[in-house]
Structure formats: structure tokens, C-alpha cells
């Protein structure tokens, strides 16, 4: 047995000379992971749950693994009653290793054999198989190197001279959720997804920005300013606001304004208001019955309507309907709170959806509409993101049935971004609402969502199955926890993993779009990301020219400007 363990374990050395040995399998299985018993040499306090290591079989099979868990264990069980004095460095020197030693819980996630790709672990290697820790060539071995499909999201922790390389195409065929506490940096991590998206022309997104993050500049933490999606792509993204006054009071570009009729909303609309403005399911059938009344009166501006409604009317209509003066008046009240958005007008100004299609597959841009004072009104968001969804969707999948057989006729995938998404997918409304239908048809219709949100357990569980990758920061909340590893292959090592992430710059990725569950110290939000995506950019899309030298590029010339000039 002695003479089979030290073959196995100069068999690992000889073939990994660059690789740290950290110890051997001494036992674990395929549901629960390996134990691994540390060499003397290594310290514990190296062992952080998350990093990655490698398993080197004798038949020359690499088990990739993930660290989940660590232990410190005795040989002798009154050593924890009565610890030796280690203040004589020789005993210290005696116990470790020996008497005392640490063990770390692996979790196989993928196989290799030789320089074939990854595949799913169906066993596990034998007793006292070397472990190494993963190098950079073990790591590109199962990521992949940069290239179109392929953006570099950040480093897995300990081998920050390596990247990990996210499928973009894989990423936009599936909705996408990105989850974590307050403050964990949500936004700055969204954005780097979606400048991979529109720098590698995977999808267009229409992004719903709540909180004005992803079009214009905004400050960061450290009080620096943060270039927006526009400033970065000028020629590929459009910004259009429902608050023009707080734009120009931010100093914030734009290129145009969105206004919604009152009459182009619908009772489905209202509906999706359900939870945060009150409204009962009979003042729900109630908006359905007075938009049919108003309609036959020659009237389709029924919630304008309804909101000056004397009382006088009041009667007519309870005499004319079968619905009764309190859930009129109830209505009433909560609908005169949409005279306060001035994005809502009474006459038809413009298209607004028409214009947000036309950007979208006609030009092929990225639309970020900004919500301005109106993103603190979680009702005004949750009623313009439905309301312009809703068409959206079925434009698309008139488009896409339209275009059967003919691949050239397809609109262009499109990936809708929402925050505060347990809101609109809540279990009690998601199976009615439009985003519901969006998350459960896939790629269908070549629509698909990409959640923003901090209370993932607030997402119906039917909902949260069909996304197909998470991107999470750190959670803190058992339920919260438990949601985002629902369907994941492994979950009890990863909540481990999960629950000791840091509070910042660090994210754990499941799903469609890595081969493996994977943590990552994420690429800083910064200028050196900046350039790097500009000067994508730019190679991508610039035009040919016969006499570059006379005639200068306008992509360039647009990403040179730093989005400094105003936008009609």
C-alpha cells in the first residue's frame, strides 16, 4: 500500500511540475464531495472556500474541483481536551501535520481527460490521489480563451493572472439574474455584462433604468465618475428619459423624451399595480367594464375619464353598469395618483413604443430609459416598464412568426432589464404578467429578461427555474440564499461559498453561460475597462475607408468625445 502511494504521488509531481501539490483524497463521495487531508507543508489559512483545485488521477483524468468547506482534525480526541503547550516550537513542529492535522471539502464539478473538452463528473478518483491547486492552464482549459462569444468577467479567486470567460451567446438565449444585497455593486456589475453584450453585438437591451445607472455618468463609491453605456458606445445605445427637467438638472444627455396617453393604458396595466397601489380584484374588473362603457360613449381616454369624475357621472355609471358607487370611488382615488406623472398626457404627442422599436431592430441600439424623479415611484416604474413590454413582446412575436424560414426577417435578440424584479414577478401575479410569460418561453420569441434584484426569494419559484444564469453577490438571508441555489447542481457546498463572499468586487456565477459554477473577483469598473472596450469597439465597427488618412471614422470620432456633447 506504501509502495502505491508514493507512485501516485511522484506520478502527480512528474507531471505537474509547475503546481503546488496541497495533499491527497482520503475519502467523500460524488453527492457530498472529496475529503482532501492537507500536506504538513500547506497552511489552512490558505484554503479559502471558492478557490479552485485539481484532483490528478493515475489514469490521467483531472477532476476540477471547488473548495466548499475546511476542518481542522486530531488523530487523538484528548488532544482537544488538554492542547499541548506550543510554545516550544519543537512540539508545534511534532503535532502539525502529524497528530494534528486540516482537511478541506472538495466538490468535483468537472472532468477533463487529456485535451478533451469538460465534461459533467459522473465518478470520483481513488483513495490518496493527489490534489494540486488549479493553475492558469487549468483554468483556460475549462473556460476557454477571450474571443467573440467569450468576455472576460474577472479572476477566480488566488489566480488573479487569469480571467474567466463568460458565453455571451449562451448568456442572452436564456434570462439572466443578477442578485445580491444593497450596496454589493449590482449595477457596476450589470453594466459590465451588458458592455460585453453590446461590444460583442450579441443582443440589444432595453434597459428600464430605475435609478438613472446605466445611460449617463454617475459617481461611485469613491466619489469618481462612472462612465455610462452611451459615453461608452455612443453609436450603438440611445438614451431616452421620462424626466427631462431631471436630466438637464444632472447634467445627464439624452436624446429624447418619453411621453405614454392616458389612453393607451390598459386594465392589464393596472393590474400589474395590483400589490403596491391596492387596488382590489373588483376595481380591477371594474377598469375593464369602464373602458368598455367609455369606448361605447365615443370616449377612449377612460382613466382620464374616471380620474375627473363628478358626481353626477358617478350615478350614471351605477346606473348604467353593474358596479356600485364605493369600488367607483375607490378606483377613483387611487387612479388620481397618475395626474402627479407628467410623463402621462392627455393627448397622443408620439409614439414612444414605435420610436423604441424602430432603435431596436431597425437601427439595432441598446435604449436605456431613465425614469428620473419617477424612479422612486415604484408604481410609475412597474407601470411604464409593463405597459411598454407588453407591446414590445407582441411586436416581437409578430416579427418572429412573421419570419418562419427566412433567419434574415428575425428582429435581433433582445434582453429586457428590470430591477426590483420580486415586484413584477411576484408568485401571486407572475403567471399573469408579461414578464412572467417572458421568463418561461425562453427564446421562443428571441425575448429575454435580465433581473436586477436584492430579494431573489420574492421571485416566484417557477420563474426562477428558467433563468438560466445567476450572477450573485453576496447574500445574507436564508430564503434569499436558498432561492438563488435552487436547481443548482452542488448547492449545499456552494451556499458555503455563497454566505462568505466579500461585501464587494466578488460574485458567484451558476448556469447557461459557464460550464461550472464559478467565483470571481468581477474586472474593476474603471478606466483601463473603459479603454479596453472602446478600442473593441472601435476595431469592430469602424467603417473601411479607401484613404483612412482623409477620411476619419465616425465611430471613432464619437468614442473620442467622452460623451460630452448634447443630444437632440
Known amino acids: 500500500m506504501n509502495e502505491q502511494f508514493t507512485w501516485t504521488a511522484s506520478f502527480g509531481a512528474a507531471n505537474q511540475p509547475d503546481e503546488q501539490r496541497i495533499g491527497v483524497v482520503v475519502g467523500g463521495s460524488l453527492s457530498k464531495g472529496l475529503r482532501v487531508r492537507l500536506d504538513s507543508a500547506i497552511s489552512v489559512e490558505q484554503m479559502a472556500v471558492g478557490r479552485y483545485v485539481v484532483v490528478h488521477s493515475t489514469t490521467g483524468q483531472r477532476f476540477f474541483c471547488m473548495v466548499t468547506d475546511v476542518e481542522l482534525n486530531v488523530t487523538n480526541p484528548s488532544i482537544e481536551n488538554d492542547p499541548p503547550d506550543f510554545t516550544d516550537p519543537f512540539l508545534q513542529m511534532v503535532y502539525s501535520g502529524t497528530a494534528s492535522f486540516a482537511t478541506v471539502m472538495v466538490s468535483p464539478q468537472l472532468s477533463i481527460e487529456g485535451g478533451n473538452t469538460p465534461k459533467p463528473v459522473k465518478t470520483i478518483p481513488g483513495h490518496f490521489t493527489p490534489v494540486y491547486n488549479a493553475s492558469v492552464g487549468d483554468v483556460n482549459a ?70 438613472n445607472d446605466y445611460g449617463w455618468a454617475v459617481p461611485d463609491e469613491r466619489g469618481r465618475s462612472a462612465q455610462g453605456l452611451k459615453q461608452l458606445f455612443d453609436t450603438k445605445v440611445e438614451i431616452l428619459t421620462l424626466d427631462a427637467e431631471s436630466s438637464r438638472r444632472r447634467n445627464a444627455k439624452y436624446d429624447r423624451e418619453v411621453t405614454i396617453a392616458f389612453s393607451e ?55 348604467e353598469t353593474p358596479l356600485g358607487t364605493g369600488t367607483l370611488s375607490g378606483l377613483q382615488r387611487r387612479l388620481q395618483r397618475f395626474d402627479r406623472w407628467k410623463f402621462l398626457t392627455e393627448e397622443k404627442v408620439t409614439d414612444s413604443v414605435e420610436r423604441i422599436l424602430h432603435l431596436i431592430v431597425e437601427e439595432r441600439k441598446s435604449v436605456v430609459l431613465e425614469f428620473g424623479r419617477y424612479g422612486s415611484s415604484l408604481e410609475a416604474y412597474m407601470l411604464v416598464a409593463n405597459y411598454i413590454t407588453r407591446r414590445i413582446h407582441a411586436e416581437y412575436i409578430q416579427r418572429v412568426e412573421r419570419a418562419l424560414g427566412d433567419k434574415s426577417m428575425e428582429p435581433p435578440q433582445l434582453m429586457i432589464v428590470i430591477e426590483e424584479a420580486h415586484k413584477f414577478l411576484d408568485p401571486k401575479i407572475a403567471s399573469q404578467t408579461i414578464f412572467g410569460e417572458i421568463a418561461r418561453e425562453l427564446r421562443k420569441y428571441k425575448v429575454t429578461l435580465l433581473v436586477v434584484d436584492q430579494r431573489p426569494s420574492g421571485i416566484d419559484e417557477e420563474v426562477m427555474s428558467q433563468i438560466g444564469t445567476r450572477v450573485t453577490a453576496l447574500l445574507d438571508n436564508e430564503r434569499d440564499i436558498n432561492a438563488v441555489l435552487t436547481g443548482i447542481n452542488g448547492a449545499q457546498g456552494l451556499r458555503q461559498v455563497l454566505a462568505r463572499l466579500d461585501t464587494k468586487q466578488q460574485a458567484i456565477i451558476m448556469g447557461h453561460a459557464v460550464p461550472m459554477p464559478v467565483v470571481i473577483k468581477t474586472r474593476n469598473y474603471d478606466e483601463v475597462f473603459y479603454e479596453a472596450v472602446k478600442t473593441e469597439f472601435y476595431n469592430r465597427h469602424r467603417s473601411p475607408s479607401p484613404n483612412p488618412s482623409e477620411e476619419p471614422d465616425p465611430v471613432r470620432a464619437a468614442v473620442s468625445k467622452k460623451g460630452d456633447r448634447r443630444l437632440t
Open 142 to 211: 475549462v473556460f476557454g480563451e477571450e474571443d467573440a462569444q467569450h468576455f472576460n468577467v474577472g479572476a477566480p479567486l488566488e489566480l488573479e493572472q487569469t480571467q474567466i470567460n463568460l458565453n455571451l451567446k449562451r448568456l442572452v438565449e436564456r434570462s439572466v439574474g443578477v442578485f445580491g444585497k444593497s450596496g454589493t455593486g449590482k449595477s457596476f456589475l450589470t453594466r459590465v455584462l451588458l458592455s460585453g453584450v453590446v461590444v460583442r453585438d450579441m443582443a440589444v437591451s432595453l434597459i428600464f433604468d430605475m435609478h
Open 265 to 319: 393604458i390598459l386594465p392589464e396595466d393596472l393590474a400589474m399595480l395590483r400589490e403596491t397601489m391596492g387596488f382590489t380584484d373588483a376595481m380591477i374588473d371594474a377598469a375593464h367594464t369602464l373602458r368598455k362603457w367609455y369606448a361605447k360613449q365615443g370616449e377612449p381616454n377612460w382613466i382620464k375619464q374616471l380620474i375627473n369624475l363628478k358626481v353626477d357621472d358617478t350615478e350614471r355609471i351605477a346606473e
